[in-house]
């Protein structure tokens, strides 16, 4: 049974990065099969797909955050990470990490769905 | 604003049936995009309950089933009972947002 664990820092301040790693067990982050993402949750409202890491090491972001977001993954530790820049009060949230799983692939993509969730660890970003 | 459109909530008593309608346009579920469904209860992390528009994953009982037409998909919960009290979100693909996965706004499914 595949479990994730976020960790990290549950108090930013604002201009700060917010820094999260994922752990992963029972499951291998190497494995070319899935993909390993990052989803938030404002309190009170609904889900933002942040982006995605592939054992590879590319990477696939929300357009909305590209320019402040960096995912990364070290296969030693079987973890992969969340770097939020230069964040405010918008970017306070519940930050969920994920597995993504492969339904198919075509020529240029590969189609995924959300198939196991961390618990979540919520994030506030405040002086 | 979400990308694709739920209602906001939908309600029923025990033993009855719900649907809960996904919105989307011809750059996602209108583009043949899957459409996937998940179940958040109170205070927990979202649950995998159907992917592939129509697959229950192992476990997921078969009085939750998925559909889709269109540019539309619709999860039906049949045989209602007090523990699917929960948020539901859809999610799919969006090729006009650089390859971005996107989710519905969520409906909050109350039981009477």
């Known amino acids: 049974q595949v479990q994730l664990q976020e960790s990290g820092p549950g108090l930013v301040k604002p201009s700060e990065t917010l820094s999260l790693t994922c752990t992963v067990s029972g499951g291998s982050v190497s494995s070319g099969t899935y993909y390993w993402s990052w989803i938030r949750q404002p309190p009170g409202k609904g889900l933002e797909w942040i982006g995605y890491i592939y054992y590879s090491r590319s990477t696939n972001y929300n357009p909305s955050l590209k320019s402040r977001v960096t995912i990364s993954v070290d296969t030693s530790k079987n973890q992969f990470s969340l770097k939020l820049t230069s964040v405010t009060a918008a970017d306070t949230a519940v930050y969920y990490c994920?597995?993504?799983?492969?339904?198919?692939?075509?020529?240029?993509?590969?189609?995924?769905?959300?198939?196991?969730w961390g618990q979540g660890t919520l994030v506030t970003v405040s002086s | 604003q979400s990308v694709l459109t739920q209602p906001p909530s939908v309600s029923g008593a025990p033993g009855q049936r719900v649907t809960i309608s996904c919105t989307g346009s011809s750059s996602n579920i209108g583009a043949g995009y899957d459409v996937h469904w998940y179940q958040q209860l109170p205070g927990t992390a979202p649950k995998l309950l159907i992917y592939g528009n129509t697959n229950r994953p192992s476990g997921v009982p078969d009085r939750f089933s998925g559909s889709k037409s269109g540019t539309s998909a619709s999860l039906a919960i049949t045989g209602l009972q007090a523990e699917d009290e929960a948020d539901y979100y859809c999610q799919s693909y969006d090729s006009s947002l650089s390859g971005s996965k996107v989710f519905g706004g969520g409906t909050k499914l109350t039981v009477l």
């Open positions: 994920a597995r993504e799983q492969v339904l198919y692939c075509s020529a240029t993509n590969c189609y995924t769905y959300l198939d196991y």
